[in-house]
């Protein structure tokens, strides 16, 4: 067993996170991770309403008696949804630990903190993490450029990110951006890290309730199968490479704007990948760790297989590399 201040302030037995993943994070996801010893998260927003949300929750209950989280992402938008009401729903339905992302948290973490709930803020660089450590997060999760979604705009590979961020911070830090194997685990822990964080090699699981033809193609591609999007707009996200996206880093590229791609990157448009199978259907999540993953496994033997090939590269072959 690995033990790090993330498992001791979090309370799980593997360090391993399933981070909040837009219309992926539901229940069965979720419980399975939680089944396994790591921590999940259903991501609040996926839901269409704040009662969805408690009703999402109760069904995970179902399927785990377990801890599990929920994911809360922050961002700006014309018709915001009603992100108060969602934080109520979380509070009120007990659940004690939330991943936040995207804005800054500090208007939710009085409500959260009430109510004894652990926030693990989600930060693309070492100046964000400081200042959420600053206002009174209980952990932080470091994104490298590597990642799915968004990366930032700073282009830092974990390889600097990682420790560069554990050099200021004294919280719990996991790493996500790259993950995927007992390896990065490793070298997580090693470049100061207390664990990892994983978003596409979970999706990659059994069970995972996205449409078997997403799975294959993460087993089928590898670590240039992405593209990066809204460049221009200073909003870059990484996507999985397909003609939809092709095409609107094209547009981008020749001065474009967003009225220009809106309707090709519909949020619904890239539901239906996951729906139908249909991989040009609209853009989706995915991250170079597409490179490390070649099969489809439970979760339990996904989360069993990194911790112990983890174990056993630091007690063997690294400890037999010390004379």
Known sequence: MITTKFTETFGVEAPIVQGGMQWVGVAELVSAVANAGALGFI????????????????????????????????????????????????ISSGIKIVETAGFNPVDHLPDFRAAGVKVLHKCTSVRHAVKAQSIGVDGISIDGFECAGHPGEDDIPGLILIPAAAAKID????????????????????????????????????????????????????????????????????????????????????GGQFEDIRELVAGARGRNVYTTGELDAGIWSAGMVQGLIDDVPTVAELVSRIVGDAEALITERLAGSVR
Not at 59 to 88: H, S, W
Not at 213 to 222: P, R, S, W, Y
């Open 171 to 254: 919280i719990p830090m996991i790493a996500s951006g790259g993950f995927g194997d007992g390896r990065g685990l490793v070298a997580a822990l090693a470049l100061g890290a207390d664990g990892i964080n994983m978003g596409t090699r979970f999706m990659a699981t059994q069970e995972a309730q996205i449409h078997d033809n997403v799975k294959q193609a993460l087993v089928a591609g590898d670590e240039r199968s992405t593209n990066l999007i809204f460049r221009q707009l200073r909003n870059t996200a990484r996507v999985a490479k397909n003609a939809i996206s092709d095409n609107v880093v094209g547009i981008l590229a020749e």
């Open 43 to 90: 991501t609040a927003l996926t839901q269409p309403t704040p009662e969805d949300l408690v009703k999402e929750i109760e069904r995970c209950r179902e399927m785990t008696d377990k801890q599990f989280g929920v994911n809360l992402t922050i961002l700006p938008a014309i018709n915001p949804p009603p992100y108060a009401e969602y934080r109520d729903a979380i």
